[in-house]
């Protein structure tokens, strides 16, 4: 039996990965690439920008805002330059090699190119290695644990905080009240909010507690937020650097109030701190106050006649 081959040559010729664009569509990606560059750069001269939009203000408003800033920053930095590349060998390549008016059947298929996929698997794999390993000495650098001047157990609470104050041999507390929305959706009293006092310039170590539910202690200008479980202290180690007032709440939804359990933090100077430490209570309220399910639940109550 003899088979023929026939092969129709009037097909005209088929698409090359030799072909390039043409000069029309080459001007248009160079316009598209400087339209791009000019409104990152643009972009990048706001204030905000320069921060990555993160919620402090001030660069050093901690000891670790600064390297929080710039690790968050230069990560996006990074991951621009990886897209816009990325992006722009795939546009290339729609371009360069897309189907012209002439052409006909399809280009020479490749089944696989080894080189170029060690290459788009090994490049991934040393990008997300580099970046675990700037997060991970980070990360240390934060939670590594220091002898701080000023101790600060923080109780969250439903829905509010206590402070309890160890300083200089001084042991302080401040038992703070539920904040309250205004029904009519107008902002509240700030003043009328839990505050937490901590010197500017002294290192701070903060001991995360709940008294009940988890929580979260979030105080978005200091770039930092942990999470508060029942039975368990977590602990966040910074020093203030800038006095001012900063914003703080819960961060884990703890129940029907959760939008409300709201608190300030005032950073001042030790003068201040101290005058503030002098109008508190003096002792600490601890667990003693915490929700006790199981010891509660195991008392025996004895009732009497007619109860």
Request: one cysteine or more; proline letters at 4%; glycine letters at 8%.
């Amino acid at each position: 039996m003899k088979t023929t081959f026939c092969t129709n040559k009037e097909e005209g010729p088929s698409v090359s990965s030799q072909d390039r664009t043409g000069s029309r569509g080459s001007a248009k990606a160079k316009v598209l690439a400087l339209v791009g560059t000019g409104a990152l750069l643009l972009t990048g001269c706001t204030a905000e920008a320069k921060r990555g939009w993160l919620p402090n203000v001030e660069r050093d408003t901690t000891n670790h805002t600064g390297a929080i800033q710039d690790f968050w920053v230069n990560s996006w930095i990074a991951v621009i330059v990886i897209g816009v590349l990325t992006w722009g060998l795939m546009l290339w390549c729609v371009i360069a090699y897309r189907r012209r008016k002439n052409d006909t059947g399809y280009p020479r298929q490749l089944s696989y190119n080894l080189p170029l996929e060690i290459f788009y698997t090994a490049i991934p794999l040393v990008l997300v290695l580099v970046f675990f390993s700037f997060n991970n000495n980070l990360e240390k650098q934060i939670n590594a644990p220091v002898d701080s001047e000023v101790v600060v157990d923080v109780r969250a609470k439903q829905w509010a905080w206590d402070f309890n104050y160890s300083y200089q041999g001084t042991e302080k507390y401040f038992a703070g009240e539920q904040a309250h929305l205004n029904t009519d959706g107008s902002e509240g009293v700030r003043e009328e909010l839990p505050t937490l006092y901590l010197p500017a310039g002294k290192s701070v170590t903060l001991e995360l507690n709940s008294r009940d539910v988890i929580h979260s202690f979030w105080v978005p200008a200091f770039l930092q937020k942990l999470d508060m479980i029942p039975g368990k202290t977590n602990y966040i180690y910074l020093t203030p650097q800038v006095e001012g007032s900063y914003d703080g709440k819960c961060a884990e939804l703890c129940g029907e109030y959760h939008s409300e359990m709201l608190f300030n933090v005032e950073v001042v100077s030790e003068s201040e701190f101290k005058a503030q430490l002098a109008k508190m209570e003096d002792g600490h309220i601890g667990e003693e106050y915490d929700r006790q399910p199981n010891a509660v639940n195991g008392v025996v109550v004895e009732h009497g006649e007619g109860e």
